[in-house]
C-alpha cells in the first residue's frame, strides 16, 4: 500500500538558519503531495501541495518539489523563523478504488527554533 | 469562515465505557474524514463520510462506527473503549480531497 517516510526529528535549527525536512514516499499510480503543519494544541493545517511531477509548491517561504524520478518531496526554507517551530507531516494522496482522496500520512518531523 | 470545529476538546472516559465525538466541517465541504492520532505519530485514517454515506474505511475495528447527518456534519462513536483509544481524534473536511484537507483542532480522548 501506499507509504511516507520522513526524517526523524526533532530537527534544531537557529534563527535563519536553512531548513530541509526529507520525506519520500511509495505509492501506485501517481498521487498528489502535501506538506502539512501541526502547531502545538491544534490540528494540522495544510502548507503547500504539488499534484503532478515537478511540480514546485510553496507557502510562506516553504518550498517543496515533487521528484519522480527520485520519489521525494523534501521541504525547504531559506530562513527559518522561531515561529516556524512545529511538526511537520508529509503527506500523499491518491484515488481510492470507491472514488475518493485518503491522504497518507508520515509520522511527522518535530522542528525547534532557537533565537 | 469559522473553519472545521470539532467538539468536546477534551474528554475523559473510563475502559468499558462509549464515547461521541462531534464535527462541524467547513462550509461548503461536504465531505469528511476522521483521524486518529496518538502521540508522537502521525494521523491514521478511520473513515470518511460522504453523502451521508461511509465511502472508505481504514484498518479500524467495528467499535469505531460514525455518522454523517444531511448537514454534513459528522459524529465518531466509539464503543468499548480501550485504554489504547487514547489519542487526539482528528476530523478533516474538503469538498473533493484532491486539494487537500482542513482539519479541526481535534479532541483530545483519555481512557483510564
Known amino acids: 500500500g501506499d507509504s511516507v517516510t520522513q526524517m526523524e526529528g526533532p530537527v534544531t535549527l537557529s534563527e535563519e538558519a536553512f531548513l530541509t525536512i526529507n520525506c519520500t514516499y511509495t505509492?501506485?499510480?501517481?498521487?498528489?503531495l502535501f506538506w502539512y503543519v501541526q502547531y502545538p494544541g491544534e490540528g494540522l493545517q495544510l502548507l503547500l501541495k504539488a499534484t503532478k511531477a515537478d511540480d514546485k509548491g510553496s507557502n510562506k517561504g516553504f518550498e517543496a518539489t515533487y521528484r519522480k524520478e527520485t520519489t521525494s518531496f523534501h521541504l525547504e526554507k531559506g530562513s527559518v523563523q522561531v515561529s516556524d517551530s512545529a511538526v511537520y507531516f508529509c503527506?500523499?494522496?491518491?484515488?481510492?478504488?470507491?472514488?475518493?482522496?485518503?491522504?497518507?500520512f508520515g509520522r511527522g518531523t518535530s522542528l525547534i527554533v532557537h533565537p | 469562515d469559522a473553519g472545521v470545529t470539532q467538539s468536546p476538546t477534551h474528554l475523559i472516559k473510563t475502559r468499558g465505557q462509549q464515547v461521541t465525538l462531534r464535527c462541524s466541517p467547513k462550509?461548503?465541504?461536504?465531505?469528511v474524514s476522521w483521524y486518529q492520532q496518538a502521540l508522537g505519530q502521525g494521523p491514521q485514517f478511520i473513515f470518511q463520510y460522504y453523502e451521508e454515506e461511509e465511502r472508505q474505511r481504514g484498518n479500524f475495528p467495528d467499535r469505531f462506527s460514525g455518522h454523517q447527518f444531511p448537514n454534513y456534519s459528522s459524529e465518531l462513536n466509539v464503543n468499548a473503549l480501550l485504554l489504547g483509544d487514547s489519542a487526539l481524534y482528528l476530523c478533516?473536511?474538503?469538498?473533493?480531497?484532491?486539494?487537500?484537507?482542513?482539519f479541526g483542532s481535534g479532541t483530545r480522548l483519555t481512557v483510564v
Open positions: 462550509s461548503g465541504h461536504d465531505t
Open positions: 503527506a500523499l494522496t491518491s484515488v481510492t478504488s470507491g472514488g475518493s482522496y485518503i491522504p497518507t
Open positions: 478533516a473536511s474538503s469538498p473533493t480531497g484532491f486539494d487537500g484537507y482542513t
Open positions: 505509492a501506485t499510480g501517481y498521487p498528489s
